[in-house]
């Protein structure tokens, strides 16, 4: 399913030559999947208190199936963006993060970053198989046809998978109840963790987004542009593995900081190349802003279990379903204000958000009160 997102630059292109719908309309359907993908994930992540993951996975499917057929089939703009955008991609990729997080945290606790983190960046690599498969469809059977052969095969690969899935145990209902959405944002921690996220995560997906324009307006070389674009996305893999692992083998907090850290420097690489001080150092900007993007999103599940331990499903989906409408704002942002305008905002943002993160308090976690005040981070 996050294969699908992340190869929409394949798929856009040729839905706009033969179809001959707009730019806009593609645009909203792209922009509509990280809105979709807040509330779903956020829903799964409370309704993993009564059911299974491997329910959730389902219903996950039955979304992708359902939506993709619906958007597929209705040969309209709306419905296309709806069930293919929304439902089948937004609604299946938020559903399934959360209950494939949930099935790593539960048989896996103390690899819980690693694996998550792994999880997360097989979600962006997977597009290295996504985009070619569509570009190579296409050709014989049209974009429509492309996207319904590739959809089925996910889907069927989907439903066996599930079906030979080992049997994952209900939430045991003589457990503590674990707290609900409105008392964890009420929980201190939490509420600062959303809001770095907020602040720090919307200079890498605007990043993404303006790459090739910003090199081209930076003077680099066409070239540049296209290995920029690589480079971003193997940071961005290398960045949920690596930080998540970080997240293990030392503290949520340190994973943090440290992704915090190199957020900044590359914001600062970034300001230093706009306004013409960089001294080459620009090309630095890709491989960090890609490690430190991908960062954030990699440490998200072990620093949910840190923060509200007995809540952990329902503090990650709050905190991955900010990590998605922060990715929105990042290109809504250069939209709104223009490149140049908006990136240098979201750098200051970005530059702010590291020492700020030092700032904020860190009480015990809200379900863990035997855990020390020092063993809890944002």
């Known amino acids: 399913m996050f294969g699908l997102i992340y190869s929409w630059g394949t798929i856009a292109p040729a839905i706009h030559v033969q179809s001959g719908w707009s730019q806009s309309i593609l645009d909203l359907t792209f922009s509509l999947t990280p809105l979709a993908l807040l509330p779903s994930v956020v829903m799964a992540g409370h309704g993993l208190r009564r059911i299974t993951p491997k329910t ?131 929980h201190p921690p939490l509420r600062a963790a959303l809001g770095l996220i907020l602040l720090a995560a919307p200079l890498g997906s605007a990043a993404f987004a303006v790459i090739g324009h910003l090199a081209h307006d930076l003077g680099y070389a066409p070239p540049y542009a296209v290995a920029a674009v690589a480079v971003m996305a193997m940071g961005n893999g290398a960045g949920r593995l690596g930080f998540g692992t970080l997240a293990d083998l030392r503290s949520p907090l340190f994973a943090r900081d440290a992704a915090l850290m190199v957020n900044a420097l590359a914001a600062a690489i970034l300001l230093a190349g706009l306004t013409g001080l960089d001294g080459g150092m620009t090309l630095l900007f890709p491989p960090l802003m890609g490690l430190a993007f991908g960062g954030m999103a990699g440490k998200l599940a072990a620093l949910a279990n840190r923060l509200v331990t007995g809540s952990a499903d329902q503090a990650f989906g709050l905190l991955f379903g900010t990590f998605a409408l922060a990715s929105f704002l990042g290109p809504l942002a250069d939209a709104a204000f223009g490149m140049r305008p908006a990136l240098v905002g979201l750098a200051l943002a970005a530059l702010l958000a590291w020492p700020l993160a030092r700032l904020v308090a860190r009480p015990r976690a809200i379900d863990a009160p035997e855990r020390s005040a020092a063993g809890t981070g944002i």
Do not use: E, K, Q
């Open 56 to 186: 959730m996975l389902a219903a996950a499917l039955g979304c992708f199936t359902l939506g993709g057929l619906a958007g597929l089939a209705i040969a309209t703009p709306l419905a296309f963006l709806l069930g293919y955008g929304v439902l089948a991609l937004g609604c299946g990729a938020g559903l399934s993060t959360a209950a494939c997080i949930a099935i790593v945290s539960r048989h896996h606790p103390h690899r819980r970053g690693m694996l998550s983190g792994a999880l997360l960046a097989l979600y962006g690599a997977s597009s290295a198989v996504s985009a070619p498969l569509f570009h190579w469809f296409d050709g014989p059977f049209h974009w429509r046809g492309a996207l319904a052969i590739l959809m089925a095969l996910y889907a069927a690969a989907g439903w066996i998978c599930l079906t030979a899935l080992p049997a994952i145990a209900a939430p045991d209902r003589h457990a503590a109840r674990p707290a609900g959405l409105w008392r964890l944002l009420r």
